[in-house]
Nanobody, 127 residues
Framework: QVQLVESGGGLVQAGGSLRLSCAASGRTFSRYAMAWFRQAPGKEREFVAALAWSGGRTYYADSVKGRFTISRENAKNTVYLQMNSLKPEDTAVYSC????????????????????WGQGTQVTVSS
């Protein structure tokens, strides 16, 4: 079992930046592929970014590529989402997710692939 707790959300003006954190507790964090998803009101959950547990492989949604960066610090059991050049359309509840992998490079943009989820943190971008 892995417990995930997000933090760092808030209200920011368009063009601003935020860094989200996802702290993991429970089993060994380093064997997990990690991802961020988001869900805006009235919309389906949307993939944002994913990071493999080894090798540094990443995957981003086209809508955030070049603006968002996912990273992890295994010693702190934490994964981050640095969000720059924020837009009003980035407004959503952001949740982190984890999947225990057999192969270090595995990752996915599919929500159903992930086994554990945090409760989310609200990000609101004003125009």
């Amino acid at each position: 079992q892995v417990q995930l707790v997000e933090s760092g959300g808030g209200l920011v003006q368009a063009g601003g930046s935020l860094r989200l954190s996802c702290a993991a507790s429970g089993r060994t964090f380093s064997r997990y592929a990690m991802a961020w998803f988001r869900q805006a009101p009235g919309k389906e959950r949307e993939f944002v970014a994913a990071l493999a547990w080894s090798g540094g492989r990443t995957y981003y949604a086209d809508s955030v590529k070049g603006r968002f960066t996912i990273s992890r610090e295994n010693a702190k059991n934490t994964v981050y989402l640095q969000m720059n050049s924020l837009k009003p359309e980035d407004t959503a509840v952001y949740s982190c997710a984890a999947h225990l992998v057999d192969y270090g490079g595995d990752l996915s943009n599919r929500a159903e692939w992930y086994d554990y989820w945090g409760q989310g943190t609200q990000v609101t971008v004003s125009s």
